[in-house]
């Protein structure tokens, strides 16, 4: 810190251009300069000889990454809203996600996947608290707080403290129900419709589903 | 598919800590919950960790415990459930059960 010093005789001018040329911050480190763990380095190789054996070629491993990477969690919200305009879908969601998501045309993966019904008697919150387990191939990458050891701790320990530090209130009347993540299946939560959005399209219904409602750490609500 | 547990039974969780890549949460081992659902059969976890490819399958669960059950000061509502997905290995018939 001897080249950042806050107690310096500078303003420390963040939100305005920087001017004075003795005020140094640290340079962010480049992805190389910190270095490659045992597993990036198993990795890099495992990949290396794949490719030279021609099990598949560095343009597939890039367009699956690229395929990966426009996987989001407008998918579940699409789900979701669908299930709030049909009670019928709602009910083969429930029963089995991914024979109802192919009436969408959405492929979501080879991993069975739960949906839990919010009910006005019941919340459902999900976690993973031995790794980092959640429906990628649904709804793409987790939230780096998902992965964090003390959201993996604390969601199945105190799971109402948790909720709200994140905003979300849940009565002493209604149940939670936590999810853990623990082996082959995943999990997406269900949220109810809320309130004073009769008439609305299933498109701007789908729009106030977040990831966040579908991890459960949150409720859809009109914007 | 022949299961030792049906959804609605009472079972309890090992009291083991073998070594290796394990999927039963520490937290809940021990303790006694009820067959949520039957969710099939996968292949052992503990074996596939470690590169064998034929690991047998085995029947997974997801089983309810009272959150109260898993942490005697548990501060919420005493309906409150934690669900967690265990094989058949680890479970044994609740002992309280027991005629």
Redesign the interface.
């Known amino acids: 810190m001897s080249d950042h010093d806050h107690t310096g005789e500078h303003e420390h001018g963040h939100g305005g251009y920087d001017v004075d040329p003795s005020h140094h911050h640290p340079p962010q480190p480049d992805l190389e300069d910190t270095p490659f763990s045992r597993h990036q380095l198993m990795q890099m190789a495992v990949t290396g000889l794949l490719i030279e054996k021609g099990i598949f070629s560095a343009d597939e491993i890039r367009a699956q990454i690229e395929h990966m990477d426009t996987i989001g969690p407008a998918r579940g919200a699409e789900l979701v809203a669908r299930a709030w305009v049909d009670d019928g879908f709602r009910t083969r969601l429930v029963a089995d996600s991914k024979s109802a998501a192919a009436e969408l045309g959405m492929d979501i993966g080879p991993i ?1 996947i739960l949906v839990m019904e919010n009910t006005p008697d019941t919340h459902n919150l999900v976690v993973c ?2 790794c980092s387990c959640y429906p990628r191939f649904l709804l793409g990458i987790p939230p780096d707080w998902y992965k964090s050891r003390s959201y993996r701790s604390r969601a ?5 403290e948790v909720l709200a530090e994140f905003g979300t209130e849940i009565g ?14 995943r999990y997406l939560v269900l949220p109810m419709r809320p309130a004073g959005t009769q008439g609305i399209g299933e498109e701007a219904l789908a729009k106030l589903v977040t990831r966040d409602a579908l991890i459960g750490v949150t409720l859809p609500r009109m914007t | 598919m022949q299961t030792r547990f049906a959804p609605g039974d009472r079972v309890r969780v090992h009291r083991r800590f073998p070594p290796g890549h394990v ?3 520490w ?1 809940c081992r021990g303790k006694s919950g009820e067959v949520e659902r039957i ?2 059969r ?1 292949r052992n ?1 503990e074996q596939l960790a470690y590169g064998n490819r034929d690991a047998a399958h085995e029947v ?1 669960y ?1 089983v ?1 415990f009272s ?1 109260r059950v ?2 005697p000061d ?4 005493e ?9 058949e290995h680890w479970l044994a018939p609740d002992p309280g059960e027991m005629k």
């Open positions: 069975p608290t031995l199945v320990r105190e799971p109402r002493p009347d209604v149940t939670i129900r936590v999810h853990d993540s623990t082996a082959d299946m | 999927r039963t949460p937290y969710c099939g996968f976890p997974l997801r309810s959150s898993l942490w548990y501060e919420g509502s309906r409150d459930r934690v669900e967690i997905e265990l094989y």
